[in-house]
């Protein structure tokens, strides 16, 4: 409006529209909890704060007295103050992990170029309170042995040889309303079935909790206090991020994480608490059923705790460490570990050839110790029979204002007794199931390992354990290339390279024997007519038993989506 003076009639009209526009805007803000200003009263030209309510003793409104020029300022101030309030009332993110907490957390800097946090923080399905989130993540792995039952081994991501899949279907989203939070995403496509056979805790009692859980990734509920620089209390199924590495292929360098990664938990089922003292700072204590369990193994519980400091924009530190009771029926068995990640970004200049550049370390260690464990004679009292260490570390590059990236890198683990070992899929075998076949009598191919049981887990020196013990050390390394020609699609071609002291990955005769003359095929036997040793299912199986491999060569071609 400025200075631009028009006839009085006119002021009057526009004045009345505003105040009625500014009482309706309050009746919103009330029901939205958002800061919109109070009305404001004029008397003899000055303007005091007053109320939305309807009263039956409230006075006659006030003669107005100002100038023109005094009320013009007044309805300018009015309209900028309700704009700048819907406007922060539409942009204010949901509370979640990776995203802005209510008061700003982590928000003082762009963090989407490390790990686990890729993505646009444009949000399009906003809806008042709500803001929804829609994932699709197809792929197609071609594993240079050729398994025959298109069977790939040792991965959570990965899980089928030259067909197009898709690992994962999200619908959900974040709910945040008078500060009580919910988040809620399933789970469509392999993830939904790939997932719950990881977790032996189902065994436990009665109540198919793998079934129940299957088709959710995260479901929690919670409360935002509004001290400190924030506190969320939550309850629920919620990703653990230990490992650095997002559950989401979208969210990440590379789509197979390296072993750290890949064998450490992904959620978490129970309670956790987000305090940030500051915005470069969360500290979240947990108290779980237990290491990406539905259920509690024993009668125990596990806890953790998760540090997360981001002091400036190209630096972030994060640390979990666990505690849990996590092997089946021997509740005296302990589990400590600790998953520490420093990110760097080394460089940006988002208008040169090259982009940026960053670079990532995540160092792992924990072990089992305790009595009470099932193979008498074996001495648990320290860490020396089931200990895990490992690193993985990564260096990506992004070109032409961040629509092409490349990213190089792998690691390492040791982890005898192979308590976080993925066990192989042979004949359907699961996480409570083991894997009861044996390898074929191939002293050429296998060496030691020959006719052994395919992948035994039992601490070092238990009785009945192997001659060779139960050793596990493993590596592997990916360079991975992206087109993402937005920020909600993601185009990944990957080359993979990953080896095992012991037979573990999928040979071309693939995962699924026949084994003492009788073939089954992701099943009990007699699922289907031909099964039991027919020829019919003979050529889809191998009669000699599991083929394993000490090695793996895969490529990936994936296109993920996220909105």
Known sequence: MGKTLFPSAALVVVAASVC???VA?????????????????????????????????????????????????????????????????SATPTVGEGQKDVKAAFSFANFAWSPSNLGSSDRPLTWGPFTGEIRLDTAFHQDFSNPKDHTISGS???FRS??????????????????????????????SQTTPRNDASPAQGQWNLADAYRYISEAYVGYHIPVLNGINIQAGIFMSYIGLWSYYNFDNWTYQ????????????????????????????????????????????????????????????????????????????????????????????????PISQVAASLTVDAGCEFGDGNAAAGVNMTNCGNQY??????????????????ATIGGGAITNPGRYLVLVPPVNGATAFSGVTANLPND??????????PAFPACPQGSPGCPSTSSDFNAWDMQITGDYMP??????????????????????????????????????????????????????????????????????????????
């Open 25 to 89: 805007s309050r009746s919103y803000a009330q029901d939205a909890d958002a800061g919109v200003l109070p009305p404001v009263h004029v008397v003899d030209g000055s303007a005091v704060g007053g109320t939305s309510q309807t009263r039956s003793d409230a006075p006659t409104a006030p003669t107005i007295t100002m100038s023109k020029e005094d009320l013009e300022k007044l309805i300018d101030a009015r309209i900028k103050a309700a704009a700048d309030a819907a406007t922060a009332a």
């Open 20 to 22: 009625v526009c500014l």
């Open 162 to 191: 030259g067909e197009l899949q898709v690992t994962e279907i999200g619908f959900g989203g974040d709910f945040l309303y008078k500060n009580v939070m919910v988040r809620l995403m399933t789970q469509f496509g392999m993830y």
């Open 443 to 452: 002293p050429t191919k296998y060496g030691a390992f020959a006719g052994l």
């Open 486 to 563: 937005n920020d909600f699609i993601t185009f990944r071609v990957e080359y993979n390279h990953r080896a095992a002291s012991i037979p573990y990955f999928a040979g071309s005769g693939g995962m699924t024997p026949c084994v003492n003359g009788t073939c089954s095929n992701q099943g009990a036997a007699g699922s289907w007519p031909g099964q039991n040793g027919a020829a019919t299912v003979a050529g889809l199986n191998n009669p000699g038993g599991p083929d394993l491999s000490f090695t793996e060569d895969r490529l990936t071609v994936a296109m993920m989506m996220k909105f």
């Open 156 to 158: 959570s991501e990965v």
């Open 257 to 352: 994480p390296s072993y750290v990664s890949s064998n450490t938990p992904w959620f978490f089922n129970g309670a956790r608490v987000q305090i940030f003292p500051s915005e470069k700072l969360k500290i979240e204590p947990w108290l779980v059923n237990g290491w990406q369990s539905y259920g509690v193994f024993n009668q125990a519980p596990g806890v953790g705790l998760q540090v997360s400091w981001k002091p400036v924009e190209w630096f972030a530190l994060v640390s979990n460490n666990y505690f849990g009771t996590d092997t089946l029926a021997v509740p005296d068995r302990k589990r400590i570990h600790t998953d520490d990640s420093i990110m760097v970004r080394l460089y940006r200049n988002k208008d040169a």
């Open 388 to 405: 895990f260490l490992g690193f993985m570390t990564y260096a990506r590059a992004w070109f032409a204002h961040d629509r092409f990236a």
